[in-house]
Every structure is written in C-alpha cells, then in structure tokens.
C-alpha cells in the first residue's frame, strides 16, 4: 500500500487554492478530480478581493491569468429590478454611485472585488495545477474513503489504495468523502433553485447599460439574471419539487420561459443545471487524517458570493499549518485550530447571506412575493408522502403554487394609480439592499480566535459589514500599505510576509533587530520596517496602531497575532507569548536555537 502526504480530493477552488498554496511552501501534493475538464455551466462569480490577494501569494502567474479575464469595474456596477429585461427598471442600485467610497475600498488591498464566471476562472485554476511541478494533478480519478484507507480510481483501469498522512475533502456539497466520515450537515433547506446559462448577444444592443445582476418580476417567472462576459448570462429561479419541468425536461421549460424573460428569441442554450440553496455546516471540520474545506464543511445561499470566497480562506487557513506540520515538526494537534478558527467566521458568512436572502423581501412584499413564503412552500412540498402521491400530481400542485405567485406580479404591468405606487413602494426599498452587494467588512475584517492569536487584548471585535476598518487587533487581517522593500521596490505590506515562522512589522527596525539578536526565541522572526528610512509620516506608522516604536506580530497567512506600542524593551512578553502558544509549531527551528532574520531577509520565502 503506497503512503503519500496529502491527497485533496476535488479540484474546485478550495482544493486548488490548498494544491498552489502547498506548492509555495515545497509540499507535493496529490489532486484528483472525478471530471476530466471543467464544469461549462458557471456557479460562482463573486470574487473578492482578499481571494485575490491569496491566489497571488500562491501562484503570480495565476493572478496575472485572473487580471486579464477581470471584465472593467465600470461593467459590473449596475443592479437591476425589473419586470423583464427590456422594461424600464423598477429601480437600480449604482455601486459606483460614492466615489469616495470607491476611492477608500481601494486603499484597503491591491485588488478589487470582482466579477469572473467560474466557467472561465476554473479553467485557469487548473492550468496553474497542470503547470506546477509539485503537484500530481489527475483528471478523470475517483476518490473513495476507508477508515484512513483511501482507494484511488481512475476512468480507466488504474487503481491504487494508499493512505495518506491527510486527505482533504474538497469534493463539494455532495461531499462523498464526508458522508463516508459520518461527518453529518446541520441546517436548513431554503429554496431548490434551476438554472439556464444562455448566449445572446443582442440582449443589450446599441451601447444599453447592462446591470450586472437583474432581479426580474415577471407574470411567469420570478428570479435573477447574471451578466457573464461575452454576452453570456445566467438566469436562476426557484423551484419545489423535482417532478417540475424545471428540472425534469429543463431545455424545454427553458425555451418556454426566455423569450418572456429577455424579450427575444435570439439566444443559444449553452447549459441547465439544479441544485439546493441551504444554510448548512458540517458538524465536525475535521476527523483525524481527514479535513474538509470549501463547500464540503460548509453551503451559504448564493446571497453575497461568500461561498467560494471562503473555500479559499479555509485553504489558506490550512497551508501553512500543513507546512509547518509536514517541514518542520509541528503536531498534527496544530490542525485542531483550523476549525476553532474558521468555524465562527463561516457561521457568520452563513447568517449573513441568509439574512441577504430574506431581506430581499423588503422590496418584494407589497408585491406579495417573498422568499419566507418560497421557504415555508418548500418545507411544505418536502413533507408531502412521496410515497403515496404521484409525482405528476406533486408537479401540477407545486406549479399551481408556483403560478399563484408569479402572477401577482401583474399588477405592476398595469397603467394604473396603485401600480404606480406598488412600484414607487418597490423602488424606495431596494437602496436598503446595498449591503447585499457591498460587504468589505466581511470581506477583509473577518478575525480569527485561537490558542494562537494572543488573548491580551480580548478578541477581535466583529466590526461592520459593509464597511471595513482596518486593525492590527490581534486577529484580525494585516492591513494593507505600500512599504519600501530591501531593494527599495515598493511592496503591499502583504508581500512582505515570511511564509515561515513570525513577521514582526515595525517603524523602528533596526531597535527590535537589535533586542531581537541578543535573544533566543524558538521561532524563526523576520523583521520588516514600516515605511522607508526616517519616514516618520508613513501612512503605515498610524493605520498600524503602535506608534512608533511598537510592533504588530503576523503568521505567514496574514492575520495578526501579537501587538505592542510601548516599543523592543517589550520583547520579554514577546517571548511569553510565543513559548505559550507557538513552541510546538517549529520545534525543529526551536532545536536549532531559534532562527533569526534581519530586516528584508525574506528568506524563508524559499
């Protein structure tokens, strides 16, 4: 029986993201994936500037790829609601309304949030697998779990049962790997949704402004389309029960329903699909060798695009654990702290998506269309006896639900007072929806709480989640600055982190490097200045929080563990800090007597 380190079953972005992360720190690992290429029907598009900046830090070449397919900020800006594609809107949100607060969003990362269809981001996050030397990605493979026994399958006749110091399970909602851990998923259904991926290129003609998402009021149908580049969209809608055409003869509903929707019939169906809307997290992250990441610890509604978004987090979360578990000696124990961490941050990415999702009520419920009803219905189908009905008879009841809501939207069609004022009522609503579609305080100001994260301070407040605030709060995410490297190249302070130990950012290096020389620590400390030399005015100086002698201490995944302001001679309570909660993640380094990095010496970047 052959043993390899890590195996991470699903290529998706999760599984992806941990593969390219692993590789930066020298760790083979093995990726399979049952499809041989990449799924064409898009699911997400959200991708938030703090995936962005991870996905750099694993792979360059794979942000460059990303950058090129990264559509304008100035296309992607409108939300729409609408009673089809052609009407005149209800009302419009413009997030590009506030410059000012566009102007701020930027001073937060070297990215911006963006807009690219999983259908064309998959396809390079598995040309960035392909082209890594380090990682033995197979398409077309089959993972199945034993115990700690895992059987490996390909399409054809290869098999192998290995059993791998980890295995993470990256293989999606349907996650095959967690059922066979009996890791159970707790939370509610909220919706059945189908959906259609279309080309029409004549949608928006003539230089019409083309909302990014259109949430659409329409006597047959009611559900949201999103803008994909080259005149590709998705249209979604909920459903009750499988019998419903919807799923079970989707091409022919679907051709019933778009000319309604868009107004045309020029149009090419690329792609159906189905899946379920839950709010659900898997009741354990993590059992002995097995870890689950992405989609398979835990499923958000599609209301804020937190989903994928934070697959990514919980890869980036796991890769330097791994590292340091795997190169330098760490107990697997250390692993413990992956679910400790992000287990608060996911259940409130889960609670606000919902509350995204019931808030569209808002603007709906004069019209007598809300997704508490959808919910109850749902609810309501699913407990009817399958057994005993027929599915035929199932499919014409859940029609018949689903019409005698849809068509309640016939009265905003009239040329009449009260639709006027339906309408007005609906409009007045929707600027309360930004939050939906503007959320860079969860963003970037998510937090995490540990035995390693010191606990001097209290944790991390939960800050707001539209707006960021920018902390060096132990826990919280580095801020984000433009400093002078060693060189003298400007870098954001998040290329300045040590992938290996402790970065200790200071405004007065050369004093702690001085303390720091004549000591001992048990973990390896990389020392970066703030701002260049004598630049008492740095911008860096004030957003970090510790004057300008204090320091903030950061893990090579970004976030802040340790802080002071009251300068080097605090580096007694440093050193406590580190033998308490950081002398068993480098024992090998501690075995050495520590090892100790002067300023801009990134060495252990590798």
């Known amino acids: 029986m052959a043993t390899e380190a890590i195996v991470i079953v699903g290529a998706g972005a999760a599984g992806s993201t941990l593969a390219l992360l692993l590789a930066r720190y020298g760790i083979e690992s093995t990726v399979v994936d049952e499809r041989r290429e990449t799924r064409l029907h898009p699911a997400a598009h959200v991708i938030n500037a703090r995936t962005l900046e991870i996905w750099n830090q694993a792979s360059p070449e794979l942000g460059r790829a990303l950058e090129a397919i990264t559509p304008p900020i100035d296309t992607v800006n409108i939300i729409r609601w609408c009673t089809d594609v052609r009407s005149d809107p209800i009302g419009e949100i413009d997030l590009l309304s506030q410059p000012d607060r566009l102007a701020e969003v930027r001073t937060h990362s070297s990215f911006l949030i963006s807009h690219i269809g999983q259908h064309l981001l998959m396809p390079e996050l598995w040309k960035a697998l392909e082209s890594e030397p380090l990682v033995d990605f197979r398409r077309g493979w089959r993972a199945d779990l034993n115990g700690e026994r895992?059987?490996?399958?390909?399409?054809?006749?290869?098999?192998?049962?290995?059993?791998?110091?980890?295995?993470?399970?990256?293989?999606?909602?349907?996650?095959?790997?967690?059922?066979?851990?009996?890791?159970?998923?707790?939370?509610?259904?909220?919706?059945?949704?189908?959906?259609?991926?279309?080309?029409?290129?004549?949608?928006?003609?003539?230089?019409?402004?083309?909302?990014l998402l259109s949430w659409i009021y329409h006597p047959r149908f009611s559900g949201v389309m999103i803008a994909h580049a080259d005149d590709d969209y998705v249209l979604m809608t909920p459903y009750l029960h499988a019998a419903q055409s919807i799923a079970s003869d989707s091409r022919t509903y679907w051709n019933a329903i778009l000319p309604n929707v868009i107004g045309s019939t020029e149009y090419q169906i690329r792609s159906t699909g189905t899946w379920t809307m839950t709010k659900q997290i898997a009741d354990r992250f993590r059992s002995g060798p097995l870890l689950l990441i992405?989609?398979?610890?835990?499923?958000?509604?599609?209301?804020?695009?937190?989903?994928?978004?934070?697959?990514?987090?919980?890869?980036?979360?796991?890769?330097?654990?791994?590292?340091?578990?795997?190169?330098?000696?760490?107990?697997?124990?250390?692993?413990?702290?992956?679910?400790?961490?992000r287990r608060p941050v996911v259940t409130r990415f889960a609670e606000q998506?919902?509350?995204?999702?019931?808030?569209?009520?808002?603007?709906?419920?004069?019209?007598?269309?809300?997704?508490?009803?959808?919910?109850?219905?749902?609810?309501?189908?699913?407990?009817?006896?399958?057994?005993?009905?027929?599915?035929?008879?199932?499919?014409?009841?859940?029609?018949?639900?689903?019409?005698?809501?849809?068509?309640?939207?016939?009265?905003?069609?009239?040329?009449?007072?009260?639709?006027?004022?339906?309408?007005?009522?609906?409009?007045?609503?929707?600027?309360?929806?930004?939050?939906?579609?503007?959320?860079?305080?969860?963003?970037?100001?998510?937090?995490?709480?540990?035995?390693?994260?010191?606990?001097?301070?209290?944790?991390?407040?939960?800050?707001?989640?539209?707006?960021?605030?920018?902390?060096?709060?132990?826990?919280?995410?580095?801020?984000?600055?433009?400093?002078?490297?060693?060189?003298?190249?400007?870098?954001?302070?998040?290329?300045?982190?040590?992938?290996?130990?402790?970065?200790?950012?200071?405004?007065?290096?050369?004093?702690?490097?001085?303390?720091?020389?004549?000591?001992?620590?048990?973990?390896?400390?990389?020392?970066?200045?703030?701002?260049?030399?004598?630049?008492?005015?740095?911008?860096?100086?004030?957003?970090?929080?510790?004057?300008?002698?204090?320091?903030?201490?950061?893990?090579?995944?970004?976030?802040?563990?340790?802080?002071?302001?009251?300068?080097?001679?605090a580096l007694d309570s440093l050193h406590r800090f580190i033998e308490r909660s950081w002398a068993g993640v480098y024992p090998r380094a501690a075995a050495d007597g520590g090892l100790l990095l002067s300023e801009g010496r990134l060495g252990t970047e590798g």
């Open 353 to 569: 998506s919902t509350n995204n999702h019931f808030k569209l009520d808002e603007v709906t419920a004069s019209l007598g269309i809300t997704n508490r009803s959808l919910h109850k219905a749902t609810e309501l189908i699913g407990r009817l006896p399958l057994g005993r009905v027929p599915a035929p008879a199932i499919a014409r009841i859940a029609d018949a639900l689903t019409t005698a809501q849809t068509s309640r939207t016939k009265r905003l069609l009239r040329k009449t007072d009260r639709s006027s004022k339906l309408r007005q009522r609906m409009a007045a609503a929707i600027p309360g929806q930004e939050e939906h579609f503007v959320a860079s305080g969860l963003e970037f100001g998510y937090a995490y709480a540990s035995p390693l994260i010191d606990t001097a301070e209290g944790r991390c407040p939960e800050g707001d989640v539209a707006l960021y605030h920018p902390t060096t709060h132990p826990g919280a995410r580095l801020p984000h600055v433009i400093i002078s490297g060693p060189d003298g190249a400007q870098l954001s302070t998040h290329g300045a982190i040590a992938r290996k130990g402790l970065t200790v950012f200071t405004a007065d290096p050369q004093g702690w490097i001085d303390i720091i020389s004549g000591s001992t620590t048990s973990v390896p400390l990389t020392v970066v200045a703030l701002g260049g030399a004598g630049d008492a005015n740095h911008p860096a100086i004030d957003l970090f929080e510790v004057g300008d002698h204090g320091a903030v201490v950061v893990r090579p995944d970004g976030h802040v563990v340790w802080r002071t302001d009251t300068g080097p001679h």
């Open 150 to 211: 895992l059987t490996l399958r390909s399409q054809g006749s290869d098999s192998a049962v290995i059993a791998p110091r980890f295995v993470v399970a990256a293989d999606g909602a349907n996650s095959t790997l967690r059922d066979a851990a009996g890791i159970a998923m707790t939370g509610p259904v909220l919706a059945n949704m189908g959906s259609v991926f279309f080309h029409a290129p004549e949608l928006y003609p003539d230089g019409a402004s083309r909302p």
């Open 294 to 341: 992405g989609d398979a610890a835990h499923r958000f509604p599609h209301t804020g695009g937190f989903g994928l978004n934070s697959g990514v987090q919980d890869a980036h979360n796991l890769a330097w654990k791994l590292a340091a578990i795997l190169q330098d000696g760490a107990s697997d124990s250390l692993l413990d702290t992956y679910e400790t961490e």
